[in-house]
């Protein structure tokens, strides 16, 4: 099944944007403005919701002409695209995603031909459904591990590099066996008790660039 | 608009292609996506996290309401959605060098395709059928792909280490532990911010 990849889902929609002359500002630009404002790290509507591994969205205003012999043609609608790999079921996770952040779906969505809002979960389920294609081939570099895995491995990872730094050497903790095992079970326990890192956490700060393709 | 989140790049194409030639492109997706040894390459290129191609046929495109225009067109799609670790240029550059000839199999059917080598006209290409994405979301932006799957194997070391650290007697736990160093070693690159050239 092309839109899935082990346990990993890759979620393609295609939502034709309101195309209403008497709009000002259009609704594509206005879907625009809010995404440009939209936080991209812990305080992501796709943070808040779990079970987003990536996603983007994108507004597609037209089809691109690549030069003669081609024929030049052009879309009727402008089209909001998201894409999403997540976890699990497709029902849960959009189900999980209305129920979480309505508010800034419906402030996405609203500008989109059709969009029934998002208090009503069935009908947003079947609404971003009916916008949905089938992806034709989805790869994923990690796909057997979900994103609560992924987030406590990178974790666990971070952690193990200071354990094995400070127990290296000729020191006594490194070279004395009662020792160092009291030391990893200690490690292990606090580890354990340690709370899953948010996801989207720890952006980086960066301003927003317009600097084109190869920034 | 960004196309950037701390270490990973988001990548949008979109290419028209002739209808018939759509159904050829579908049949090398089925090949390629059942025959997993052809998927070698796609997965040495280890800073791909996620990528997936999506045909839209001409008359695929969603109307949802009868005041929709419908769309009358005479190409299909190929849209193309990449997350990838690096710069633009480091990955078209890797593509051209590395995928050639898988590259040339999917995209030689949509129009005007130039070929991925020589690398110069496949970028030229590449940047006039992208388009800039306006929302960027990952949940793990310091780390890239080889991060994440070194991660996995530090931590089903470090799970099997844990699991019986408390029975071994500390002879027993320093050769465990000694084990466990020699496994996970190469696989504790320190994740975060990526730098940023000024």
Same mark, same amino acid.
């Given at each position: ?73 052009? %879309? ?16 849960? &996770? ?32 079947? #609404? ?9 081939? #989805? ?51 606090? %580890? ?24 | ?16 292609? =002739? ?18 040894? %052809? ?24 109307? %949802? ?11 299909? &799609? ?29 995209? =030689? ?27 960027? &979301? ?61």
């Amino acid at each position: 099944m092309p839109n899935r990849s082990g346990q990993l889902y890759g979620l393609t929609l295609l939502s034709p944007i309101l195309d209403d002359p008497r709009a000002t500002p259009s609704h594509d630009l206005q879907i625009r403005a809010y995404l440009a404002k939209l936080p991209t790290g812990e305080a992501s509507p796709f943070a808040l919701a779990p079970g987003t591994h990536l996603a983007r969205l994108v507004v597609l205003d037209d089809v691109i002409y690549v030069g003669m012999p081609s024929c030049e043609e052009h %879309l009727k609608s402008k089209y909001l695209v998201f894409e999403s790999n997540l976890d699990g079921d497709l029902d849960d &996770y959009l189900t999980t995603l209305a129920r979480t952040v309505p508010a800034d779906l419906d402030a996405i969505w609203s500008h989109c031909v059709g969009y029934p809002g998002a208090t009503d979960p069935v009908a947003f389920v079947a #609404y971003m459904k009916s916008c949905q294609l089938d992806t034709t081939f #989805y790869f994923a570099a990690v796909n057997d591990r979900t994103l609560p895995q992924s987030l406590r491995a990178l974790q666990t990872q971070h952690a193990v590099t200071r354990f094995l730094a400070d127990h290296q050497g000729l020191s006594k903790r490194s070279t004395d066996p009662a020792r160092l095992q009291a030391d990893f079970l200690a490690f292990a326990a606090k %580890l354990a008790a340690e709370p899953l890192p948010r996801p989207g956490s720890s952006a980086p700060y960066r301003p927003i660039k317009t600097g084109g393709h190869n920034e | 608009m960004s196309n950037i989140n701390g270490k990973v790049y988001a990548m949008n194409v979109i290419t028209p292609m =002739r209808p018939w030639k759509t159904l050829i492109l579908r049949a090398l997706f089925f090949l390629l996506w059942n025959l997993k040894p %052809l998927q070698q390459d796609l997965i040495n290129l280890s800073f791909i996290e996620f990528a997936r191609w999506v045909i839209i046929p001409r008359d695929a495109f969603p109307r %949802l309401a009868r005041a929709q225009r419908e769309e009358v067109l005479r190409y299909d &799609y190929l849209l193309f959605f990449s997350n990838f670790n690096g710069t633009w240029n480091q990955y078209i550059d890797a593509f051209s060098a590395v995928l050639s000839r898988g590259l040339n199999l999917i995209w =030689r059917w949509s129009e005007k395709f130039p070929g991925s080598v020589p690398v110069t006209p496949f970028k030229d290409y590449i940047a006039r059928v992208q388009f800039d994405t306006d929302y960027y &979301y990952t949940a793990y932006p310091n780390a890239t792909a080889n991060d994440l799957k070194s991660a996995h194997i530090v931590q089903s070391a470090y799970d099997a280490l844990a699991a019986r650290a408390q029975t071994l007697t500390p002879a027993e736990f320093a050769t465990a532990y000694a084990n466990f160093v020699l496994t996970v070693q190469t696989h504790l690159g320190e994740t975060g911010e990526a730098p940023v050239a000024c």
